[in-house]
């Protein structure tokens, strides 16, 4: 039994879902989003409540019920209050600036590293040493985020690198001397 799935989606006031068929269209007050549903799944919209229903117990009817529910729920979460993710930069001389919409890190390398904003994703660089990733849809975020994770992920003798803020780095004891 998915406890996920089976929960209802309450749409907030301010919200507009439009269902045709398996397309599902969220409108909120930042931004729309859009999405097609597995048609494995069934989706019911009727008095502001939104319910999933899978076919069968199969595996992975079991699995799609409870991605389906989330995935909606995101949408609707993410057109009310955008999804943010924040990376911070360690190591000396390694700093991020914002230029337009886009980032310039300096990581350490020959060149500087310029990052472009896809559509639909803003930074915020409250200090050189932080990185916000904003967004409505929480996929996005989340992919930009490592995107730039990978620039120059975080090594284990020194903490140098980008790391997400909630991310711990296990340290290592370097070469000891005789």
Known sequence: MSRIGNKPITVPAGVEVK?????????GPKGTLERD?????????EDGIITFERHSEERLHR????????LVNNMIEGVQNEFTREL?????GYRVQKQGNDLNLSLGYSHPVIYKAPTGISFDVPNPNTIIVKGINKEQVGQVAAEIRTKRPPEVYRGKGIKYAEEVIRRKVGKTGK
Not at 19 to 27: A, N
Not at 63 to 70: E, K
């Open 37 to 45: 549903i597995n048609p494995q799944i069934t989706i019911k919209f």
């Open 63 to 70: 699995s799609l019920h409870g991605l389906s529910r989330t």
């Open 19 to 27: 269902l045709d068929g398996q397309h599902i269209t969220v409108k």
């Open 88 to 92: 911070q930069i360690n190591g000396v």
